[in-house]
């Protein structure tokens, strides 16, 4: 399935956790970096409150109010040119940034006896996979959302993955409106991507 070609709000964007038996070891982290390789992490769907992480388990972070930007933050430096009226710019190393995402908060996902809970500021890195799509994959059941020809593969989606820790979670009762939730990612590698699932047609 290719890219995204047509404009349209990335209603159905997706965030997921690649999550295992046991966490990720800093060796196993960094060989990861190209789209082979990140996949696998992504193959059967879990739930957030129940769920047994085992290898290719991910948990999907469901009821996202709000993304950020996705993608490395530029860093522009204006370097003066001695006779010249303007100085240059050029690109300088740019911040590792961290992610916000505002949430409607569905306290059962969040749990701190439960699968999703426990990752919250337990200081161990995931891996992370960013989903933008304009449609709903049309698979079924834990496969859905996989990074699969029959999960993603299904609709036209570009795909960034990423290392990084969750950080915290912060709950803002509201009185008028549903409760909502902050949740902070601290990305720890690069943004790979963007890349596409392919599909069974490959088109």
Request: hydrophobic residues 40%; without cysteine; proline residues 5%.
């Amino acid at each position: 399935m290719a890219h995204i070609d047509s404009i349209g709000a990335g209603l159905y964007s997706d965030l997921s956790i690649a999550v295992k038996a046991t966490p990720f070891t800093q060796t196993e982290l960094a060989a990861l970096d190209t789209k082979d390789e990140f996949d696998p992490l992504f193959a059967t769907a879990i739930p957030a409150a129940t769920g047994t992480p085992a290898d290719g388990t991910f948990i999907r972070i469901d009821n996202i109010r709000e993304f950020p930007a996705i993608g490395t933050p530029p860093n522009i430096v204006n370097v003066p040119i001695y006779g010249s009226k303007t100085s240059r710019q050029i690109q300088g190393q740019s911040d590792a940034p961290s992610m916000e995402l505002t949430l409607n908060f569905v306290a059962s996902d969040w749990d701190r006896l439960g699968t999703l809970g426990k990752l919250v500021g337990d200081g161990n890195q995931y891996v992370f996979r960013f989903t933008l799509m304009n449609s709903e994959p049309t698979g079924t059941g834990a496969t859905k959302y996989a990074s699969t020809s029959a999960g993603l593969g299904t609709v036209k989606n570009s795909v960034w993955y990423f290392i990084g820790k969750v950080e915290a979670l912060q709950v803002t009762p509201q009185l008028t409106d549903a409760n909502q939730a902050t949740l902070t990612l601290a990305i720890q590698s690069d943004m790979y991507g963007a890349f596409t699932v392919a599909g069974a047609s490959g088109s």
